[in-house]
């Protein structure tokens, strides 16, 4: 029998609710966890209680969404959790542009509280007071005192994602359920019913309703929380959805690639995103959406450079973090970076490049990291470059030759080498004060970094002002 345990302050809140005579309920997604035998990311409470009432039995409350009925509680985090969020019971009605409830009824009605929920899965509900008496509790006892008025418990052993009700009047209400159904059916495995299914095809003009924000953050969670993410980039394809956000992915869709490549385009980002590390993944996704656009035969000159400018204006678009554009659009614009082999020179243009083939001398190594945003982004590229490679068994691909570089790279690290320009010991407030003035300014901390990249040593506060006098002084004759 599986143990359940959860956290001491969700059963205190419970027991103040019901003193004041109003019933509390732990609701929605935590209890689907606990039922798939997963420790749930948050908790959250459903009560009768109003939430003026709530808020009068806990004075540690804020009004977090309270015009929605909804009420955090700051909590004791020795009792396990430092919030919960408490919601009134509530039905929503005449909901605007499948995006906003024109109005919110609170309701002293469980029953009515669980039909305005999106999927079966989700519209669970447990009393806290029934399960609050028993010191060890089982799943097997938690089944026990389970409220599913939608059969949400077939529907969770038969790993379906099935709307609540009617699914078009579910999706009308809230088109962003489309993206959550595909953004679930990922994250657990499951499949979607074949009912909600068609719902979705039917209404999926709908999410074009939606602030972009909302979309962001379902593609985020399904990027990033999937096991296997690209059946949920599946499912937005086929519901129609990827087209409405991210057509740019669809050009490669069907399209060939080469001789040297197993899949066709679309295929390849997909398995490349299955094989990448969580931190990487949106570059993974991402790295070759510029091949569509650069196909020339079996060649796709330029495809990185076009790709990074692709990626920058999706994720702008989707309005990711400035930071966040900045490295993935990094990792895939340089994502096909040369890498020195250790082997033999077999074919005559690898010949001609011998001299180059021996490695990167320990400047140009400096310099490629700083280009690409610092020694983490390079060991994030390094991690792109490897799940690339891996997406393709026909690609030869010596992993020796990357974990020789990897090496260098960390040893120049650790010799506190310079790898961006912010690591030279002058700024541009040191060269106004030597009567340097706008561009000039930039050109001369270019200037310094190309120095200290060859040597180093020279990277020292008093050296680098006397060589910025210097050339003052020679372009003063």
Same mark, same amino acid.
């Given at each position: 029998?599986?143990?359940?345990?959860?956290?001491?302050?969700?059963?205190?809140?419970?027991?103040?609710?019901?003193?004041?005579?109003?019933?509390?309920?732990?609701?929605?997604?935590?209890?689907?966890?606990?039922?798939?035998?997963?420790?749930?990311?948050?908790?959250?409470?459903?009560?009768?209680?109003?939430?003026?009432?709530?808020?009068?039995?806990?004075?540690?409350?804020?009004?977090?969404?309270?015009k929605f009925g909804t009420v955090t509680v700051l909590l004791d985090p020795n009792d396990g959790l430092d919030e919960v969020q408490i919601t009134t019971f509530r039905s929503e009605k005449e909901y605007i542009a499948s995006r906003w409830p024109s109005h919110v009824e609170f309701t002293r009605s469980l029953d009515e509280d669980l039909k305005r929920r999106d999927f079966t899965i989700n519209a669970f509900a447990i009393r806290l007071i029934d399960i609050s008496q028993y010191d060890?509790?089982?799943?097997?006892?938690?089944?026990?005192?389970?409220?599913?008025?939608?059969?949400?418990?077939?529907?969770?052993?038969?790993?379906?994602?099935?709307?609540?009700?009617?699914?078009?009047?579910?999706?009308?209400?809230?088109?962003?359920?489309?993206?959550?159904?595909?953004?679930?059916?990922?994250?657990?495995?499951?499949?979607?019913?074949?009912?909600?299914?068609?719902?979705? %095809?039917?209404?999926?003009?709908?999410?074009?309703?939606?602030?972009?924000?909302? #979309?962001? @953050? *379902?593609?985020? =969670?399904?990027? +990033?929380?999937?096991?296997?993410?690209?059946?949920?980039?599946?499912?937005?394809?086929?519901?129609?959805?990827?087209?409405?956000?991210?057509?740019?992915?669809?050009?490669?869709?069907?399209?060939?690639?080469?001789?040297?490549?197993?899949?066709?385009?679309?295929?390849?980002?997909?398995?490349?995103?299955?094989?990448?590390p969580i931190e990487i993944r949106f570059a993974a996704l991402f790295h070759d959406i510029g091949k569509p656009r650069t196909k020339d035969g079996e060649h796709f000159y330029g495809h990185d450079k076009v790709g990074a400018e692709m990626t920058k204006s999706i994720l702008t678009r989707l309005k990711f973090p400035k930071n966040?554009?900045?490295?993935?659009?990094? %990792?895939?614009?340089?994502?096909?970076?040369?890498?020195?082999?250790?082997?033999? #020179?077999? @074919? *005559?243009?690898? =010949?001609?490049? +011998?001299?180059?083939?021996?490695?990167?001398?320990?400047?140009?190594?400096?310099?490629?990291?700083?280009?690409?945003?610092?020694?983490?982004?390079?060991?994030?590229?390094?991690?792109?470059?490897?799940?690339?490679?891996?997406?393709?068994?026909?690609?030869?691909?010596?992993?020796?030759?990357?974990?020789?570089?990897?090496?260098?790279?960390?040893?120049?690290?650790?010799?506190?080498?310079?790898?961006?320009?912010?690591?030279?010991?002058?700024?541009?407030?040191?060269?106004?004060?030597?009567?340097?003035?706008?561009?000039?300014?930039?050109?001369?901390?270019?200037?310094?970094?190309?120095?200290?990249?060859?040597?180093?040593?020279?990277?020292?506060?008093?050296?680098?002002?006397?060589?910025?006098?210097?050339?003052?002084?020679?372009?003063?004759?």
């Open positions: 029998m599986k143990l359940i345990n959860l956290p001491k302050s969700i059963f205190h809140v419970a027991e103040r609710l019901e003193k004041n005579d109003f019933e509390a309920y732990l609701v929605g997604g935590s209890v689907r966890d606990i039922l798939l035998g997963k420790e749930p990311k948050d908790y959250d409470i459903t009560t009768s209680a109003t939430p003026e009432e709530v808020m009068n039995i806990f004075p540690t409350s804020v009004p977090t969404g309270i060890a509790l089982t799943q097997e006892l938690f089944f026990d005192y389970l409220i599913d008025l939608f059969d949400g418990e077939n529907d969770l052993k038969n790993k379906l994602i099935k709307a609540v009700g009617n699914p078009d009047e579910r999706f009308q209400e809230d088109a962003l359920r489309m993206l959550r159904a595909c953004r679930l059916a990922s994250c657990l495995s499951f499949k979607i019913e074949k009912n909600t299914f068609e719902s979705i %095809l039917r209404n999926v003009e709908l999410v074009k309703n939606l602030s972009i924000e909302r #979309v962001r @953050d *379902e593609f985020i =969670k399904l990027i +990033e929380e999937s096991p296997k993410p690209s059946y949920g980039i599946e499912l937005l394809r086929e519901t129609g959805i990827l087209q409405i956000f991210i057509p740019e992915l669809l050009e490669g869709y069907g399209m060939k690639h080469n001789r040297y490549h197993v899949d066709n385009i679309y295929d390849h980002y997909l398995r490349t995103l299955d094989i990448a966040q554009i900045e490295k993935i659009t990094n %990792l895939v614009r340089w994502h096909m970076f040369y890498i020195p082999t250790d082997g033999d #020179v077999k @074919d *005559e243009k690898t =010949k001609r490049n +011998e001299s180059f083939m021996r490695g990167w001398s320990d400047a140009a190594i400096r310099r490629f990291v700083n280009k690409v945003g610092g020694y983490e982004n390079f060991d994030d590229l390094i991690k792109l470059r490897i799940s690339d490679a891996l997406a393709n068994p026909h690609r030869s691909f010596n992993p020796e030759d990357v974990i020789r570089l990897s090496k260098r790279v960390a040893e120049l690290k650790e010799q506190d080498a310079l790898f961006k320009l912010k690591d030279l010991k002058v700024n541009g407030d040191d060269l106004k004060e030597l009567g340097l003035k706008g561009k000039s300014i930039g050109e001369m901390l270019g200037y310094l970094y190309e120095i200290v990249v060859e040597d180093p040593s020279k990277n020292q506060r008093e050296i680098l002002l006397d060589i910025v006098k210097q050339k003052i002084d020679q372009q003063s004759i």
